[in-house]
């Protein structure tokens, strides 16, 4: 049942909030069949989810005409997640997110997605559009076969 | 597709002859969340010390996160005590990540919690 070819799951989700449960679903599906522990699989979804919400609210601008695509490819002992949308990428990595500004008012309470996804994931990636195909954040996460 | 956040305000004994808040929350916490989050605080009693119960929520997203920060910026601007249980591990980390831990500590289960808070009412 895993994926022995290495031939990627793909799948497009409208722009719309709620959505990313089904890329969340997916994503832990395919994880569970490569042998990720519980642990790791609940990591992957969040991740998955904050890089879906940046792609439905941000890239696609809640556009439900706008799909927001969602390609997993299991390599060997890694399990490689690309969440991809029609917008033109980031400016910059926003700073880790600093709860005490936040709970002084002096910080944005929100923005921490991407923190959280760096945070969970062994690899993210935001690739900026360059050639009007849209942008994506590629994310990866690796069996640890020594912690067996 | 999403659930929707349910919040039923509660209170219970602080084991002396106090009384403890608890916000007990079901569903999804997300972006859609702020008025069973954010406003089922507002209409609690703010002199006492405030339990968050996440026991029945499936889901939290960053922008449910930001929702649970607010109650905790308006919590310290009052000198009222919070504290949460009922998160699952991962989330317990998730909230330990961002930080939120320094403002109010995180516990397995109710009876941990109340007593972390018990006696501490305001008024």
Known sequence: MANPNGRPVELHIPSRIGYEKIAMGTAASVARLMGFPEDRIEDLKTAISEACINAI????????????????????????????????????????????????????????????????????EWVNDTNGEGSYVRLVIKLDKEAD | MQTETKANIDQISDGNHGRITVLRFSGDISSTSRNAVVGSYAGIDKSLPVLLDFTKVDYINSSGIALVIQILMEASKLGQKVAAFGLTPHFQKVFTMVGIVKYAAIFPDESSAAASVAGSATS
């Open chain 1, 57 to 124: 609210e941000h890239g696609n601008k809640l556009n439900e005409n706008l799909s927001v695509g969602v390609k997993l490819a299991a390599c060997g002992d890694s399990l490689e997640v690309k969440v991809l949308d029609n917008g033109t990428g980031i400016a910059s990595k926003p700073a880790k997110p600093d709860i005490d500004r936040k709970m002084h008012g002096e910080e944005d309470p929100r923005g921490m997605g991407m923190f959280l996804i760096q945070s969970l994931v062994d690899e993210a």
